[in-house]
């Protein structure tokens, strides 16, 4: 059983930062692409930003310059930092990724969300 848990979230003035984390915990043997999601009220999920177990990153367009997303591989923790933060980044942040135990088994796993509002 592995499981992912985000914290960090919050409410912030329109410029602020915030830093989210996302630590993963079970059974771990091995943990590979990261990545995380967005849920703006009254829209679908969208991806953020993605990094890979090397830390090769990628990131949406509307977040490019203002949010990085870094992982810890001793902590199996993941960060977004997220600066300069505007109203439209406010939504519920998720957590995704690919691990493997011990078994040999391979999860596809999201946290339960954390969520950041961002006041204009």
């Known amino acids: 059983q592995v499981q992912l848990v985000e914290s960090g979230g919050g409410l912030v003035q329109a410029g602020g930062s915030l830093r989210l984390s996302c630590a993963a915990s079970?059974?771990?043997?091995?943990?590979?692409?990261m990545a995380w999601y967005r849920r703006a009220p009254g829209k679908q999920r969208d991806l953020v930003a993605t990094?890979?177990?090397?830390?090769?990153?990628n990131y949406a367009d509307s977040v490019k310059g203002r949010f990085t997303i870094s992982r810890d591989n001793t902590k199996n923790t993941m960060y977004l930092q997220m600066n300069s933060l505007k109203p439209e980044d406010t939504g519920v942040y998720y957590c995704?990724?690919?691990?493997?135990?011990?078994?040999?088994?391979?999860?596809?796993?999201w946290g339960q969300g954390t969520k950041v509002t961002v006041s204009s």
């Open positions: 995704n990724a690919v691990l493997r135990d011990y078994s040999g088994t391979y999860y596809v796993n």
């Open positions: 079970g059974n771990i043997f091995s943990i590979n692409n």
């Open positions: 990094i890979t177990s090397s830390s090769n990153t």
